[in-house]
């Protein structure tokens, strides 16, 4: 692997850009696909160093030196004349890439000088020069001298031509001049060197094929079998090159019952009175086709296939470009929907009640919300500071004067604060099923937070992600077909959406309005997990609580988060997700081929996960750490994520084996924290900051000191004001952290 690692380095280097190689079990050889931008390489078994070079700068010649747009017109028309191209631009990028880098000049030597030894062009014991002009060519300009070619005179033309190729223009030109060159010698050929053969028709109109054998070699025949059984002995072939030798079609349609068409392909469909040859069509094709191709490279191919290794290649996935009109579902859409269904059910006056309950929210944390102010401020504050650097200005200070015989510290000074950054945030809430007991202490926590980052001017979205939203069951089946959707692009299920619900582009009013919204939810929540202990909500079908799609929503992100900071103008995003649970490790990508997406989760081989815009190869299986990976490596985000615990230590214990932290000493540690700060943080999540949170402090604890009656003892009545004071210290702590975070 690491082999793999250096020579990827090494064909980017070479490369000058940051192209994206792959080894892959579908790369039969060395490729380049120039629209893309990704090196394909097979896994070779028993092959050298310099033979693996040679591959990569060889697809590296392509890259620098063959137009992009110009090879896909070659590709589309195909044929004979596609390989043709081909066996040119090899010559020239070969040329070109051995003088950029004239260290792989012994890689081309080397690497040729083997596969010639294990006959990879399938010329041990043939006489080279009995090929055909084609075949000599790539195997004079790809092994040199060695391969011991002949030219007539008439061919060193083309092969000087071809020594002194410079540009696309001039691969272009020889090819066309080439191939109309190898087209004409060989429909010449068979009225020279075949065997004639001669059909006669009958009175009946029935034809009768008689083959001649070799006997008559000395025979000049014009006459050829039709494609339909019938003779034209009165025509002689006038036209042999009107049409193109790489287009095969039999043009007589169904009416060749009776083709007889010799072995080398000579049948003619010519009509009596017709002036177009056997050879200007079917015959001439097909024959072309036959003469013409590169057999030296179809062995060489064939040979590669024999020495790739099919059980050492990796499994490709790109990363999709996340459509987000498709998967977000707007905060106004969410209110009509939450409206339609209170409407139906006679319950809009909830509404109200949420209105006037998020006010009693809002009024009861205000010491919180002023106390995550002043750290923050605190904080900014303390930065600002470390930014400043202070001068002499060299203009005396006159009111040190009077210290002159005492001092060098007379002059005035100059304060120069350089520019901070400025920050904005956005938040992924898990919308799952196992997060209903915190639901409602939850949103708490992300209506206090808005709140903050209101009065802050902070900007701020808040999301959740969801795969239960208002769909019908057909709307919830498959994937996502994103427009620029690619081959190998990881899946994102229908059933998966983005709820907008709270954002700091609203103003005041309509802001208040999105939070009674919020607020309502909360309390739905909060009625169905205490019952009797909060008033009563009706729920919603549509916003019942699912799975925790968090792999989809980290994707969302790697989208979201550019056109959030471009839409802010701020320079540092933090990114938060709030979860309790673990995204699914489903490995489902798209099949351009199939044009559908397929499992490949119990596929062999390593999954690799390619980012198409940073080129980056992410060796793991897919799961959040490595997209977290993803999204912090394109974005340059913050990342901090909210992981929801229950309070116990066994349950603690497997969370943080989950979580990737090492050993029974450090998990002893953080439970030691949770135990006494009522979350601590971990740092091998895939985060900056993860905090785990004990599920019993999310609550938000009103300022007044409802827990104490008139009728307690003293002592009752202080050990309630102590638990009232812990769980306000407990948020203060928590807040003071995330507070230095955005700071």
């Given amino acids: ?33 120039t629209e893309s931008r990704t090196l394909r390489m097979p896994v070779f078994k028993d092959i050298s160093d310099d033979s693996t070079d040679l591959f990569l700068g060889h697809e590296v010649g392509h890259a620098l030196y063959t137009p992009q747009g ?135 109109g029935e034809s009768e094929e008689q083959d001649m054998g070799s006997g008559d070699s000395g025979e000049d025949s014009n006459e ?40 080398d392909g000579e049948g003619s469909s010519a009509d009596s009175g017709s ?38 290649f990796n499994s490709y ?11 977000v579902v707007p905060m106004s859409e969410v209110h009509k929907m939450m409206d339609k269904e209170l409407n139906e059910e ?11 309950l998020f006010k009693i929210f809002s009024n009861e944390q205000k010491s919180i919300i002023s106390y995550l102010i002043k750290e923050f401020e605190m904080r900014k504050s303390a930065d600002e500071h470390k930014r400043t650097k202070v001068s002499k200005t060299g203009i005396l200070n006159p009111n040190k004067l009077h210290a002159f015989k005492f001092s060098e510290d007379i002059f005035l000074r100059n304060s120069v604060v350089s520019d901070g950054k400025n920050h904005g945030f956005v938040m992924f809430v898990d919308w799952s099923g196992s997060m209903m007991p915190q639901m409602a202490d939850t949103i708490d926590q992300l209506m206090m937070l808005a709140m903050f980052c209101k009065k802050t001017q902070i900007p701020f979205d808040v999301y959740a992600f969801t795969n239960t939203y208002c769909k019908s069951y057909e709307g919830t089946r498959g994937f996502y077909k994103f427009p620029d959707r690619k081959n190998g692009d990881l899946g994102v299920a229908k059933s998966f959406n983005l709820l907008h619900l709270i954002s700091s582009t609203l103003k005041t009013s309509a802001f208040n309005k999105s939070m009674t919204y919020v607020s309502f939810l909360r309390h739905m929540f909060a009625y169905h997990t205490r019952g009797w202990d909060a008033p009563y909500f009706p729920v919603l079908e549509h916003l019942k609580l699912g799975g925790t799609p968090l792999n989809e929503a980290i994707m969302s992100a790697i989208s979201i988060i550019p056109e959030f900071q471009k839409t802010n103008n701020v320079q540092i995003v933090n990114t938060i997700f709030l979860t309790d649970g673990e995204g699914q490790n489903r490995q489902v990508s798209y099949d351009s081929q199939a044009g559908d997406f397929i ?28 997209l977290l990976k993803i999204l912090k490596d394109r974005t340059g985000t913050t990342l901090a994520g909210f992981f929801i615990s229950p309070a116990n230590k066994r349950q603690f214990s497997t969370d943080m084996w989950y979580k990737g932290v090492p050993s029974e000493k450090d998990v002893a540690v953080l439970w030691d924290s949770m135990k006494d ?11 900056d900051e993860y905090y785990i949170l004990a599920r019993k402090n999310l609550r938000i604890e009103s300022n007044n000191l409802d827990g104490i009656k008139s009728d307690m003892t003293k002592g009752k009545m202080k050990n309630a004001f102590v638990k009232a004071q812990q769980g306000k210290i407990a948020n203060k702590k928590m807040l003071s952290k995330f507070a230095e975070l955005v700071a």
């Avoid at 006679?346 to 006037?356: D, S, V």
Wanted: charged share 35%; hydrophobic share 30%; with cysteine.
């Fill in 275 to 312: 002036t177009e040859t056997a050879m200007g069509k079917r015959g001439s094709e097909e024959s072309a086709t036959d003469e013409m191709a590169t057999k030296t490279q179809d062995s060489f191919d064939n040979k590669l296939e024999e020495i790739v290794d099919k059980e050492s």
């Fill in 346 to 356: 006679g319950n809009i006056r909830h509404l109200e009640k949420a209105a006037h």
């Fill in 224 to 263: 050829q079998d039709s494609s339909d059984g019938e003779s034209d002995s009165g025509e002689e072939e006038s036209e042999s090159g009107s049409e193109s030798g790489s287009d095969t079609q039999d043009e007589s349609g169904s009416e060749g019952e009776n083709d007889t068409g010799g072995v």
């Fill in 317 to 327: 996935y790109t990363v999709p470009n996340v459509n987000i009109d498709q998967v």
């Fill in 70 to 204: 110009e090879i896909l017109k070659v590709v589309e028309k195909g044929g004979v004349y596609k390989n043709f191209v081909n066996v040119v631009e090899d010559a020239r990028i070969e040329k070109m890439i051995q003088n950029k880098f004239p260290g792989l000049r012994r890689c081309f030597f080397s690497g040729y000088n083997e596969l010639m030894e294990r006959d990879f062009f399938g010329t041990n014991g043939q006489d080279v020069n009995d090929y055909n002009f084609i075949d000599r060519l790539n195997l004079h300009f790809k092994v040199g001298f060695r391969a011991g070619i002949e030219f007539s005179l008439e061919e060193q033309v083309f092969v000087d031509r071809m020594e002194n190729l410079r540009t696309w223009e001039d691969t272009i030109s020889l090819s066309d001049d080439l191939y109309e060159y190898c087209k004409a010698k060989n429909e010449d050929e068979p009225e020279n060197t075949q065997d004639s053969e001669e059909v006669t028709e009958s009175d009946e």
């Fill in 599 to 626: 499992d490949t989760s119990y596929g062999s081989g390593k999954s690799v996960i390619v980012d198409p815009v940073t080129k980056k190869h992410y060796e793991s299986s897919i799961n959040d750490k490595v």
């Fill in 1 to 33: 692997m690491e082999n793999r690692n250096a020579k990827s380095l090494l064909a980017k280097l070479m490369a000058a850009e940051n192209i994206n190689v792959e080894y892959s079990e579908k790369a039969a050889t060395a490729s380049f696909d």
């Fill in 677 to 687: 700060n009522g979350f601590c943080v971990v740092e091998t999540a895939g985060y």
